[in-house]
Structures are given as structure tokens and as C-alpha cells.
Nanobody, 126 residues
Framework: QVQLVESGGGLVQAGGSLKLSCAAS????????MGWFRQAPGKEREFVANIQWTAGNTYYADSVKGRFTISRDNAKTTMYLQMNSLKPEDTAVYYC???????????????????WGQGTQVTVSS
């Protein structure tokens, strides 16, 4: 069973930065789609960004494009989300997820992902 563990959340003022990490306990697949999602209170879980592990192709939600950067460290089996110019509307629990079916098109829907972390809270104060 693969476990994903997020870290790096916290409280930051608007305009500030945070870097989230997602570490996989082990990776049994050679390639995968890895993603970040977020869920604010009373709202559905929404796509933030994803990366195809081997090729490095990245995709972003329009709301974070130009402010957030997704990356991965293959040797450490760790994925990152660098968040800059944070806004109060970025406040949410952030989740990392993995879909080993790399041969499919990139996934922007939470339902496509098989493995999930426990989430890390990000709070942006105004």
C-alpha cells in the first residue's frame, strides 16, 4: 500500500509564500500522474496542479497559474508545490494524489486518482 504524506502547510499573510511537500512511502510504478487538489470549507475538492512524473509535463488551474509551481524529485519520490503571491481565497486543505495510469491523458478530476494524502491546512490571512 502506497502512502502519501503532505507537509509544509501553515498560516501566512496575503502575498506570502509556502512550499508544500508530498512524500511517497514507496512507489511501485515507474510513471504516474501526480496532482495537488484543495478543498475549502463548504466547497468541493478542486484541481490545483499536476505533473507527469517521468516526462515532467505540468498543468495548472487558471486560478493559480503564474503563482504556483509544481515539481518533483525523482530520487526522493517527493513532489512539491511552491505557492507564491498567496491570496485569502487560496485558504484550504491541500491534498496530494497519485494516479499510476500514466498512459491516460492528464487527470484534472479527483475521481481519477487512486492514492491520497491526509491533507495539510493552508491559511492565508488578509
Amino acid at each position: 500500500q502506497v502512502q502519501l504524506v503532505e507537509s509544509g502547510g501553515g498560516l501566512v499573510q496575503a502575498g506570502g509564500s509556502l512550499k508544500l511537500s508530498c512524500a511517497a512511502s514507496r512507489r511501485t510504478w515507474s510513471n504516474a500522474h501526480m496532482g495537488w487538489f484543495r478543498q475549502a470549507p463548504g466547497k468541493e475538492r478542486e484541481f490545483v496542479a499536476n505533473i507527469q512524473w517521468t516526462a515532467g509535463n505540468t498543468y495548472y488551474a487558471d486560478s493559480v497559474k503564474g503563482r504556483f509551481t509544481i515539481s518533483r524529485d525523482n530520487a526522493k519520490t517527493t513532489m512539491y508545490l511552491q505557492m507564491n503571491s498567496l491570496k485569502p481565497e487560496d485558504t484550504a486543505v491541500y491534498y496530494c494524489a497519485a494516479d499510476p495510469r500514466w498512459y491516460l491523458a492528464p487527470a484534472f478530476s479527483a475521481g481519477r486518482y487512486d492514492y491520497w494524502g491526509q491533507g495539510t491546512q493552508v491559511t492565508v490571512s488578509s
